[in-house]
C-alpha cells in the first residue's frame, strides 16, 4: 500500500488546493470555471457560428435590397439539404433575381458553413445566435424569409472583420465595374452630342 | 424475417469447473444503457460469481450509414460528416480525409497549412488524451474530480478552436488543399497560451493519480494484451504501443511535416492498463514538444493550394487509401473515384476503435466486472467512430 | 431522559408519575427526529457544494441563497415522485428495506451525549447497543438487492453484505481498545474519561498512540459500514448501475439515502464520543451557556469528520471487492489486535512517558510491515522507454 498510503495523501493535497483555490478565483475562470448562465453569458469570439441568414443592405426595405439571387447554389451544395428556396417569378412568369421562398431548417442544419462559402453574392452569411429553442419541434424550427432577413449594420455588429472584408470586396467590385462603364457612356457620349 | 437470438444462442454459457459445491452461472447484459460504456455499446457476459467466464461485444447501436452517404455527395460535401465520425476529435478526422483526397487527386499543400494542420493534430491529441484518463477515473470510481479537472483543460482547447474555426467541436476546417481560412496572430498567441499551461496541469494530473495506491492496485496487471496478438489483431495506437510494438504512424509515413519535428514515442512493457495509461500521459509530454516547435517556426504564406475548387471539385479516376496517428490509433480513409470523378464511387472508413474492440474479450478473460469496465475504458473506444 | 424526568418532576411535583415520565420519553425522541435529519438536510448541501468546489465549480445555488433551500427542494421533488415497483418484484420486502434501512441509523442516536446531560438514554452498555443495531441495516442491503429482481441489484447486494461484515471485525476491535481503556461499555462514562487537563483536551484518546491507531482503524470501517467512497461497491454507479437501490424511486430511494448518511452521522458521532472526546472542550463546565458550548463542540467535530469524508469521496477511487476484503481481513484485523496489545501494554507500564513511546514505536513498525505484506502482490513502480 505504498509507504502508509503516500500517493493518496498527495491526491488529496491536490484536491484541498483545488477547493482553498476555487475560493480566492478573482474571476480569473481557474480554478473556478462556471459562468452563471442566464445572468452572465460566455463571451463568444468573433468568428463563432451557428445558423445561417441573409443579408440585405438596408434594413427599411429587405425584400427589395437583399442580395440573394435565387441561384439555388447553397440549395445544391447543402449536405444534410436543409435549404429549400423557391424563385421568384412576376405575372407573366418572367423569373426575378430573388426568392419568394427561402426556407432553412434548423433542425436538420448542421452548421457546417459550405452554404456560405460556396455563395458567389454573399448573400448567406453565419449567425451567432445560439438560443433559438420553440415549443415544437417540427414547423417551429424551419425559418422562413422574414426572419431570415438581416442587415448588413447587423452583420458588421457580430462579424467586424469579416464584415469589413466583404464591404471592401463588395465595394471595389462596384467600382470597378462603374468604370468600365463609363468609358462604355463616354464612348456613346460624343455620337449623340455630334447629331 | 431476421429471428432475434435466444437466450441459449446469445450466451453460451460455458460449463465451469468440477468441485464440491455446485454453482450456476449468470449470464448478464452490460446493456446499452450504462453509465460506462462510452456510449450505447452493449457486452452480453457470462459471469461465475464475479469472474467473467466469456464476453461478447455487441455494436451497431450507433450506425448512422456513414458511407452509404458520401458515395452521394460531393466530395466537399461529406467532410463535416467525418468531424462526426469520432466525435471528440474532429480535427484529426478531417485531416485523414483531406490526406486521402489530396493523394487521389495529386494536390500539394502549402507550408504554412501544414503547419498549422500538425499543431490542430497536436492540440486534438492533447484534450483527447486528457479526456480519455478523465473518463477512465470516472469509471474507476472517483466521482468526477479528474474528469473535471481535464475539462477545464478541453475548455481552452476548444475556445480556442472556436477562434479559429467558428465551431468547438464539429469543426470543419481543413479542406483539400489546405485550411478553410487561416489562423491569425490572435489564435496563435491563444495557442502559445494553452501550450505554456499544460505542464502545470500535468503534473497535477499525475500529482493525483499516479502514485494513488487504489490506481495503482485497480489498474496493473488487469487486461494484459500480449504483444504477438496486438500485432495479429492490427491494433494500432496507445494500446499497441503499451504492448510494446513500435509502431507510430507519424514515424512510418512523415506525413505532413511530421518529418521536421523532433519527438519520441513512449513504448511500454506489460500491456496492461496502468500501462495504457501512462503512455497516454508520456504521449501529452511528446506532444507538447512538438506543439512547441511547430508554434516556434510556422512560416508565413498561403493557408489552402489556390488550384482547389470548392465546387464542381473532379477528382481523377483511381483509388487510394492514406492513414494518420489519430489519437486512437490508425485511421484511415480508402476512396474509389470513377470516370465522372464528382463523387466517391466507394468511401470506406478504418475505424481504430472498431477494430481495437475486437481484442476486448480475450482482455477480459478470467478478470471480474468491475475490470471489465475499466478495460473498456481503457481501448478508448467513441462509438461515433465504432458504428459510424 | 433522566434528567429531563428529574426536572419535569421539580416543576410539576403533584403531577401524575406516568403523565411525567411519557413527556420525558416523548420530547427526546421529538426532538431525535427532527434535529438529526435536518442536519442530514442540510449534510447532503455541503457534500454537493464542498464537492464542486473541489471540482472546479459551484455547487446548488438557484433555490435559495447559497441554495439553502435546495434539500427542501429535492424532498419535495422525491415525495412527489411515481412509486415504480417492478412487477415480478417480491412487493413485501421491497416495501420494507429503505424501512429497515433507516430505522437502525436513528436509534443509534440514542446513545449518543451531545451535551452535559443531554444523553437520550445512558444506557450502561451504550457502545454494544451501537454495535448491535448498526449491524441490523445489513439486512437492508441484502432485502433491496433480492427483492428487486434484477441481476445487478443482486451483484450489488451480494457485495454489500461481504463487505459490511468483514468491515465490522477492526471496527469493533477498534472500539474494544479504547473501552478497555475507559473501562466501561457505557458512552457517557467513556466520555468523561476524556474530560480534565489542559483546555478539556489532554486527555482525548486521539492523542495516545492507540487511541490514533483506533480512530483512524475506526473511521475506516465507519465509512465501508455506510458504503461511502472508496468503499461504495454496493452501489457503484459505473458498473451496476446503483446496485442494491437500482429499482427504488421516489420516497423510498429518499429513505436509502438517508440510511445512509444517518448511519455514516451516527458513526462519525460515535467516533467522537470515543476518541475526540465528545462535548469536552474548554468552557464547558460554565454554569449557563457551557451546555449550549458543549452541544456546539459535538456539532463542530461531528461535522469536521463528515467533511474528512466528503474531501476522501471527491479523491480517491473505489477499490475492488477481493482487494477489500483483502484489505481488511490481512491488514485491518492484525492492526486492531496489535491496538489492543498496545492498550494492556499502555496500562500496566508506570511511566506514562515510556508508555507512550513504545507503544507509538511498536504501532508504527507493526503497520509499516502490514503495509508492505497486506498490498497487492502485483503493484510496483515501473519506467517506461522510447521507441528510436
Known sequence: ?????????????????????????????????????????????????????????????????????????????????????????????????????????????????????????????????????????????????????KSNAYYNRIKPTEASAVDARLKAAQEKKAKKAVPAAKAEGPAPAAS | ???????????????????????????????????????????????????????????????????????????LGSMPYTDRLDYLNSMANNWAYALAVEKLAGIKVPERAEYIRVIMAELTRLLNHASVIGFMLQDLGAWGTPLLYAFREREKILDLFECVSGSRMMCNYFRFGGLRVDMDEKALGMARDVVAKFPKFLDEFEQLLTENEVVLARCQKVGILPKELAINGSITGPMARASGVEYDVRKVDKYGVYGRFDFRVPVGAVGDVYDRYMIRVLEMREAIKILQQALRDIPAGPHVAPEVKVRNFKVPEGDGYARTESPKGELGFYLVSDKTGKQPYRYHVRPPSFINLTTLEDMCLGHKVADVVIILGSVDIVLGEVDR | MEQLYQLLHGWFANAPDAVLRTVAIVVPILLIITVFPGVFAYITLIERKALGRIQNRIGPNRVGPWGILQPIADGLKLLTKEDIVPRRADKFVHFLAPVIAVVPAIVLFAVLPVGPGLVPVDLPIGILFAFAVSTASVLALFMGGWASRNKFSLLGAMRAVAQVVSYEVPMVLAAVAVVMAAGTLSTVGIMHKQAGGFLNIAHWYIFQPWGFVGFVLFVI???????????????????????????????????????????????????????????????????????????????????????????????????????LMAFAWKVLLPMSILNIVAVAIAHYMESKFWAWIVTAVLLFVAAVILSKIGSPQNVERRTYRYAA
Not at chain 1, 20 to 27: L, P, T
Not at chain 1, 40 to 54: A, D, G, Y
Not at chain 1, 104 to 114: A, G, L
Not at chain 3, 292 to 314: D, E, M, N, P, T
Open chain 1, 1 to 149: 500500500m505504498g509507504l502508509l498510503g503516500k500517493g493518496l495523501f498527495a491526491g488529496m493535497a491536490v484536491t484541498a488546493r483545488n477547493f482553498i483555490g476555487s475560493y480566492f478565483d478573482g474571476g480569473r475562470k481557474e480554478r473556478l470555471f462556471t459562468y452563471q448562465y442566464p445572468e452572465e453569458k460566455m463571451p463568444l469570439p468573433e468568428n463563432s457560428r451557428t445558423f445561417p441568414f441573409l443579408v440585405c443592405d438596408d434594413e427599411q426595405d429587405p425584400v427589395g435590397t437583399m442580395r440573394c439571387v435565387a441561384c439555388k447554389i447553397c440549395e445544391t451544395e447543402c449536405p444534410p439539404q436543409c435549404i429549400y428556396i423557391v424563385m421568384d417569378r412576376d405575372e407573366k412568369g418572367k423569373p426575378q433575381q430573388r426568392p419568394k421562398v427561402f426556407d432553412i431548417d434548423i433542425s436538420v442544419c448542421m452548421q457546417c458553413q459550405i452554404c456560405v462559402e460556396v455563395c458567389p453574392f454573399d448573400a448567406i452569411k453565419m449567425d451567432c445566435d445560439y438560443e433559438k429553442s420553440q415549443h415544437g419541434r417540427f414547423d417551429e424550427l424551419v425559418e422562413h424569409l422574414p426572419d431570415l432577413l
Open chain 3, 221 to 323: 470501517g465507519a465509512m465501508a459500514e455506510s458504503a461511502r467512497t472508496p468503499f461504495d461497491i454496493p452501489e457503484a454507479e459505473s458498473e451496476i448501475i446503483a446496485g442494491y437501490h437500482t429499482e427504488y424511486s421516489g420516497f423510498k430511494f429518499a429513505l436509502f439515502q438517508m440510511g445512509e448518511y444517518l448511519a455514516s452521522m451516527a458513526m462519525a458521532g460515535i467516533t467522537v464520543t470515543m476518541f475526540l472526546g465528545g462535548y469536552n472542550g474548554p468552557g464547558v463546565g460554565w454554569k449557563y451557556i457551557g451546555p449550549l458550548i458543549g452541544v456546539g463542540y459535538f456539532f463542530a467535530k461531528l461535522l469536521s469528520i463528515i467533511f474528512v469524508i466528503i474531501w476522501i469521496r471527491g479523491t480517491w477511487p473505489r477499490i475492488r471487492v477481493d482487494q
Open chain 2, 1 to 75: 424475417m431476421i429471428q432475434p437470438l435466444t437466450e441459449e444462442q446469445r450466451f453460451q454459457l460455458v460449463p465451469g469447473p468440477e468441485g464440491l459445491i455446485e454453482t450456476q452461472q449468470l449470464a448478464v447484459s452490460i446493456g446499452p444503457q450504462h453509465p460506462s460504456t462510452h456510449g450505447v455499446f452493449r457486452m452480453d457476459c457470462v459471469l461465475d460469481g464475479e469472474v467473467v467466464v466469456k464476453l461478447r461485444p455487441v455494436m451497431g447501436y450507433l450506425h448512422r450509414n456513414h458511407e452509404q452517404l458520401a458515395e452521394k455527395m460531393a466530395w
